[in-house]
């Protein structure tokens, strides 16, 4: 009768009777059972056949199974090694768990001794499994695969992020909201060695001054009005892992002042309290706001700025990176539609056009809202320009923003730095191929030339100060 936890066996025992009697009743359980009568036999079968549980002899006639043990744990770490031996001594039994056994059984081995001992292999390999599984899926989701693009920034964001990551390093997070800072950070933490532990994420925008402080650092019991139990701040939740705090432009002085020790001493006081925390955290920052200015108008701490200032990140704005329009169009319509139910084949060229000459403020956000009314619109199995919102069709620059960039200029001076970034951004979207770049701005190679000498467009005067 099989067990719950059938699987694929072997028996290694130099006894041709008890490798026989062994490997009959393991099969009458459901098990896959295959035998080999040694050290060498086995290690050639365990490299041909990836088995779940391998049950060995310590006497082998070539070499003893501690041997196999310890070649299974370098050559085949994820199958579980059962030892059995006919002098059982808990000197042994303590020697091969710490070497890497999953049990140690003394002959003669008992039926229902042996059957748990491999359910339990084969469960504990499940779990495993499924751990594996779930961190995968943990990467897939927050990791550096879950943010999409192609464009030369973007390679260059990825490599400081692959850098950086696994350091202790705090990190600030430049960019436009809706460009994905919370993923970054996101990814920054599962490519740690801190991944296992807390992403604790807090904007700070969200929470007026007195309640920031109080959901970052705790308050005890009577700390103010409404306070009537101790509560447990982000900074201790966050102990062993990662700290993400979005919008810290916003942070108040005194906030400011908290903060900054945080980050030289690792240590608080809950608000109200006297009980000093120590605690390990890595703290990454994001903000769209330009820090810089902030400190020489007086409302940012400058020593706090160039303390987090360590490691900065960029997020490029959706409308700096169009080459990367049609990948996050392609991979966010595949998840909507699975979502959704609907079938859908892509997204047709005009749509897809409309989409790359739209400026996006809202960014990869704002892409995110227009794809699902899209797929939720859709009538048939291709989006097309009727699925898309007016405004995406047909743009229009508000007055404020067209007196603004006429102000102090002609109109030709004005049209000058417009011309100058499709020139970029068509370059970028191509990978710098100036034959496929003139082709889709519908103009002949020479005349390209011409344009990026004007302009001064060539790949290091654009990538040296980005």
């Known amino acids: ?32 059972t295959e035998t080999a009568q040694d050290c060498s036999e086995a290690m050639q079968r365990m490299d ?99 943010i999409i693009g192609k464009d030369y920034k973007m390679l260059r964001m990825f490599e400081l992020i692959e850098s950086v990551a696994d350091t202790r390093t705090t990190v600030l997070i ?13 990814s920054i933490h599962q490519l740690s060695n801190r991944a296992d532990k807390p992403f604790v994420e807090v904007a700070c925008g969200a929470l007026p001054d007195n309640l920031l402080e109080s959901e970052l650092f705790g308050h005890v019991a009577g700390a103010f009005t409404g306070a009537s139990h101790d509560k447990v701040g982000k900074f201790l939740q966050a102990d062993g892992g990662t700290l993400f705090l979005d919008e810290i432009a916003t942070a108040s002085p005194q906030l400011q002042v908290k903060l900054l020790r945080v980050l030289q001493d690792r240590e608080f006081e809950p608000v109200g309290g006297n009980e000093t925390h120590k605690v390990d955290v890595r703290l990454i920052l994001a903000t769209n706001e330009d820090l810089e200015q902030a400190v020489r108008r007086g409302e940012f701490r400058e020593d706090l700025y160039y ?41 047709d060229d005009q749509a897809m056009k409309a989409l790359q000459q739209y400026h996006w403020p809202g960014n990869v956000r704002e892409l995110l809202n227009v794809l699902e009314r899209a797929v939720v619109l859709c009538q048939g199995d291709v989006i097309t320009v009727s699925d898309l919102p007016e405004k995406i069709l047909a743009p229009q620059e508000r007055p404020a923003d067209l007196s603004a960039r006429l102000e102090g200029g ?15 951004q068509a370059l970028e979207a191509n990978g710098w191929n100036r034959q496929n770049t003139a082709k889709m701005l519908g103009i002949n190679r020479t005349t390209l030339y011409k344009k990026m000498k004007r302009y001064n467009i060539d790949f290091e005067s654009v990538y040296r100060h980005a």
């Not at 430049?174 to 996101?186: P, W």
């Not at 049609?326 to 084949?345: S, V």
Request: hydrophobic content about 40%; aromatic content about 6%.
């Open 174 to 186: 430049l960019g436009e909201s809706g460009t994905g800072k919370t993923m970054t950070a996101r």
């Open 1 to 32: 009768m099989a067990t719950a936890y059938s699987g694929s066996l072997l028996v290694v025992d130099d006894d041709k009777h008890i490798r026989s009697a062994m490997a009959d009743y393991l099969r009458s359980l459901g098990h896959r």
């Open 48 to 146: 041909e056949y990836p088995f779940e549980v391998v049950i060995c002899d310590v006497n082998l006639p070539d070499r003893d199974g501690f041997e196999l043990l310890q070649w299974a744990r370098e050559h085949v770490p994820g199958t579980a090694v059962i030892l059995l031996t006919g002098y059982g001594t808990i000197e042994s039994a303590v020697e091969a768990i710490r070497m890497g056994a999953f049990d140690y059984l003394t002959k003669p081995v008992i039926d229902e001794e042996l059957s748990l001992s491999i359910e339990r292999a084969i469960g504990q390999r499940q779990i495993l499994q499924e751990n594996e599984q779930l961190r995968e899926q943990l990467n897939e989701k927050h990791g550096l695969s879950s």
């Open 410 to 424: 002609s109109l030709k001076s004005a049209l000058t730095q417009p011309e100058r970034q499709l020139i970029i």
């Open 307 to 347: 303390r987090i200032n360590v490691i900065t990140l960029t997020q490029p704005a959706l409308r700096e990176r169009i080459g990367d329009i049609p990948l996050l169009a392609e991979h966010y319509l595949k998840q909507f539609a699975e979502q959704t139910g609907r079938r859908l084949r892509g997204i």
